[in-house]
């Protein structure tokens, strides 16, 4: 079976090479997109509690949204295709970003603020130099999580014609062909696996020193 | 070189003003202590000099400029600020940290790196062995005295100290202590220093300012205020030991005579009043005979506490 689908993969590499393709630059795009958007709200939201209790809780319910009806529920609203994919995957990888963001500014210890703004940093400067750095890890978790949430979601833009790995998972459930199936699976689970090494270590690197 | 006059803080919602119709003086290079039970409106009067408070009504002037109209960064600039918990940048290393406010200034990097190093071994902290390391590689009494190396970088003329040594355990806090006296006698800045332990106000100030209610009720140097308590509150805020505490102050040679008493034990000179004391109770003697000459009798200490 294996066998069969590594065949199936050599005599079809622009297939799989061009589905491959489309599964990375799906979820890079959503993660990039997310990020743009997480980071600054979340940011934003630590210094205002009562929109925060707001956001924070719809990003909690946002987490609970399976993958599968998110993307459902774009059909409706934007068709098939890349676009909406990209606009469901993007809305997966919102809510761990936001929330690790929040919560990452808001245990920065307040003496340490308070020492910075005694000593005359400006807002900007104390974002900038203190909240940001020492928020980082948490938020680079969160951007991890997001990571996976939307390479592992992504194999389920196939079914509202967003391409990607999936295409062959649904391929293959349709014609009962597993060796098709494991085509997308494998080649998806191994991306997730990747992912998580490749952040983890991001995160690690952005740990600073003195920290951690 | 701090003057505060009339002033008000009225937080909304309080049902009476945290700090209420203040006047206070500070001479330039004395250090001022700020005391009273918690409440008392101590750390909101320190916090609205530098502005992390505004103040209600009232003016407060530093070096003869109204604060309240300077822009408030620029005004932190100049003036150290150390706090309890110290609040270091755990992310940045130590010489980072005592930088913190030369680089806001644009100070240029060698000029930093001497000042760095100039400060470090001013709190007696080896420059090579410590400038590189990381706050949590330090002990709580190390952090403390970089809080106040960092607080003096800029060699700001006034400093404000909210319970700085507070959080040190007691023996290191002494040593932090006399270590800070011997740096302000060398320094002469002009001091706001806030505490709850009447025995650290008694040892820091030149001046003690005590508040209740964020009215103040007595200020007076230290010795004054142990020995004329302004009324009952104060007398019962000084402590019953206040006695004692009045020899503290002063050093056996102070109250020294020519001579010498034959068994009497022996203490070295600048032994403070209240230890010489100490020491002449726990012999059993009437009187304690100073090194290099000069005896104290036991009637020589009531001289200075009756």
């Known amino acids: ?212 | 070189m701090i003057k505060l006059k009339g002033l008000v803080k009225q937080f909304a919602g309080a049902p009476r003003p945290a700090v209420d119709h203040l006047d206070l003086d500070v001479a330039a290079g004395e250090v001022c202590v700020l005391i009273g039970p918690s409440g008392c409106g101590k750390t909101t009067t320190m916090r609205m000099v530098n502005r992390l408070i505004e103040p209600t009504s009232g003016t407060i002037e530093v070096n003869g400029h109204d604060v309240t109209h300077m822009n408030p960064v620029e005004l932190r600039r100049g003036i150290g600020y150390v706090i309890q918990q110290v609040g270091l940048f755990p992310h940045m290393t130590i010489a980072a940290n005592i930088a913190t406010v030369p680089h806001l200034l644009g100070w240029d990097e060698t000029k930093v790196a001497r000042r760095i190093d100039e400060l470090l071994q001013l709190i007696g902290m080896e420059p090579e062995s410590f400038r590189d390391r990381y706050p949590r590689e330090l002990s709580g009494g190390q952090r403390q005295r970089i809080g106040v190396a960092r607080a003096l970088a800029a060699d700001p003329p006034v400093l404000l100290m909210d319970e700085p040594f507070g959080a040190i355990d007691p023996i290191n806090r002494a040593r932090v202590q006399d270590e800070f006296l011997k740096i302000q006698r060398q320094l002469k800045k002009t001091v706001v220093f806030v505490t709850h332990d009447i025995d650290e106000a008694i040892k820091m100030g030149d001046r003690i300012a005590l508040l209740r209610d964020g009215r103040l009720v007595q200020q007076a140097p230290p010795a004054e205020m142990l020995a004329r308590p302004a009324n009952g509150f104060v007398e019962d805020f000084v402590g019953a030991d206040r006695a004692l505490k009045r020899l503290s102050l002063i050093t056996c040679v102070s109250l020294a005579n020519p001579g010498s008493v034959v068994g009497a034990p022996e203490v070295s000179a600048d032994t403070s009043a209240r230890d010489g004391l100490a020491v002449m109770l726990e012999s059993g003697a009437r009187a304690i005979n100073l090194a290099g000459g000069g005896v104290v009798r036991l009637e020589d200490f009531f001289a200075r506490t009756g």
């Open chain 1, 1 to 212: 079976m294996l066998a069969s689908a590594w065949q199936y993969i050599v005599e079809h590499p622009d297939r799989f090479g061009a589905a491959l393709w489309r599964h990375i630059s799906l979820s890079v795009a959503a993660l990039l997109i997310a990020t743009a958007i997480a980071i600054p709200l979340g940011i934003w939201l630590a210094r205002r509690a009562r929109v925060a209790l707001f956001a924070i809780n719809a990003a909690n319910v946002g987490r609970t949204l399976p993958s599968l009806a998110v993307l459902a529920l774009m059909m409706p609203l934007l068709g098939t295709g890349f676009t909406p994919a990209l606009f469901a995957l993007t809305l997966l990888a919102l809510p761990p970003i936001l929330i690790n963001t929040y919560a990452a500014v808001r245990q920065v210890d307040p003496d340490v603020i308070d020492a910075a703004r005694g000593m005359g940093m400006t807002q900007r400067e104390i974002t900038r130099g203190i909240v940001v750095p020492l928020a980082v890890p948490v938020i680079a978790a969160g951007v991890r999580i997001a990571a996976i949430q939307v390479i592992s979601g992504a194999v389920l833009a196939a079914y509202i014609g967003g391409g990607g790995l999936g295409d062959f998972i649904t391929a293959g459930i349709a014609m009962m062909q597993i060796s098709l199936l494991l085509v997308g699976a494998i080649p998806a689970t191994l991306l997730a696996i990747g992912t998580d090494l490749l952040f983890g270590r991001v995160q690690r690197a952005l740990t600073p020193r003195g920290v951690g």
